[in-house]
């Protein structure tokens, strides 16, 4: 009579013992879902941790220069005059299609003297600024490559003789000056290209004189100081069009932008004569003079 009340008794007792595993199974399993959450936590972390590096790592320092100067203004009344006293108002400024980025702007000079012959200057003033880029670099950067780039070109003309190379120092972080000459058939050419970069902008000064119909060539030390003079009012044309200085601050940042390439933005100018203006990927007006631009190398 007692024995299916033992049963049940037993029945319970058993029931109980095995819910106390199924308890501890659970809470074991609780215990593991936490530290699984806190792992993925962890990872969440450590993941949008390195987004945000890699983002940053995608800014690059902003250029220091925003604009440029009017390319047909960035010398004296005073200075043309000494460099195309028959042409200080012959400028012709180059076609371009950002005038924040790229210009250029030249004059000729013919003084004519008759049978005691004639005295020939051509004058070329080209401006161009990089801005900074995630991938390829900062303005100065590309700059610099732009300026090595660009001296080079002026030290590889086809046919140019008694080509001499110096660095300068005075005008912007970097210059160069490279002179030569070229023999055509009004007379001899004596070229004169200095290159400067100052921050995130480069700047190209192209000049050079002839003694024609018989008259004598000038003298090279004479052109070379005007050159160099020109380079340096240009560059502060640069400086003072960005406020004297620089148009950001220097810790400035910005998001990835589009700069021009120095490959496709240069073309491979001789640097003589009238078309000497078509470099920095400036469009420029051809005057009518006697020179003629050189073929490069290559």
């Known amino acids: 009579m007692h024995r299916p009340a033992q049963r049940q008794r037993l029945t319970r007792i058993l029931a109980g013992a095995a819910a106390v595993p199924m308890m501890l199974v659970a809470s074991g399993c609780s215990s593991d879902s936490g530290d699984g959450s806190g792992d993925d936590a962890k990872k969440d972390s450590g993941a949008s941790a390195s987004s945000s590096a890699t983002e940053a790592g995608s800014v690059v320092k902003e250029a220091a220069y925003a604009k440029l100067p009017e390319p047909c203004k960035v ?7 000494e460099m195309v006293p028959k042409g200080t108002k012959s ?10 980025t790229r210009g250029n702007c030249s004059w000729n000079s013919l003084d004519n003297n008759g049978v005691d012959g004639s005295q020939f200057r051509w004058l070329n003033v080209s401006l161009l600024r990089f801005e900074s880029d995630a991938t390829r670099g900062t303005g100065e950067k590309l700059a610099s490559e732009y300026f090595t780039k660009r001296a080079e070109d002026a030290r590889s003309v086809t046919d140019a003789k008694n080509t001499k190379s110096q660095p ?10 490279v002179t ?12 004169q290209t200095v290159v400067t970069r100052v921050e995130n902008v480069v700047v190209t000064v192209d000049y050079n004189g002839a003694g024609l119909a018989g008259d004598e060539a000038p003298k090279v030390a004479d052109l070379t100081k005007a050159a160099e003079k020109a380079a340096k009012e240009a560059v502060e044309a640069v400086r003072t069009a960005n406020g004297a200085g620089g148009g950001s601050s220097a810790g400035g940042s910005t998001a990835p932008s589009k700069s021009p390439s120095p490959s496709k933005s240069a073309s491979k100018s001789g640097g003589q004569g009238s078309d000497l203006g078509k470099d920095s990927g400036t469009s420029t007006s051809t005057s009518k003079s ?6 490069k190398k290559g």
């Open 180 to 191: 030569y000459d070229l023999k055509k058939k009004e007379g001899t050419f004596k070229q």
């Open 75 to 81: 010398l004296s009344s005073k200075t043309l005059k």
């Open 290 to 295: 006697p020179s003629k631009s050189a073929t």
């Open 168 to 177: 300068l120092t005075g005008m912007g972080n970097e210059a160069s000056l």
């Open 91 to 100: 400028s012709k400024e180059g076609k371009s299609g950002d005038a924040a």
